[in-house]
């Protein structure tokens, strides 16, 4: 049996209506393209490091941000 990942389980249940979808709670800060889709996680916020998402919409311009 194949197991989703978990971008995969996104993929499959996003609605398709969406273009960018954000997640948390992985701890994994990330930024990934796939079928038309922008997926992105923030991150962490622990043991003196962090990270966050900078979304500007106007100029289409969304990246993680990490600080160790």
Not at 2 to 13: K, Y
Not at 22 to 49: A, D, P
Request: glycine fraction near 8%; aromatic fraction near 8%.
């Amino acid at each position: 049996a194949h197991v989703l990942s978990g971008l995969e389980q996104l993929a499959v249940t996003s609605s398709p209506n969406s273009d960018i979808i954000i997640t948390g709670h992985t701890h994994v800060s990330k930024r990934v393209e796939l079928n038309n889709k922008l997926y992105l996680n923030s991150g962490t916020c622990s043991n003196g490091r962090y990270s966050f998402l900078s979304l500007d919409t106007k100029t289409g311009t969304y990246l993680t941000n990490m600080v160790w």
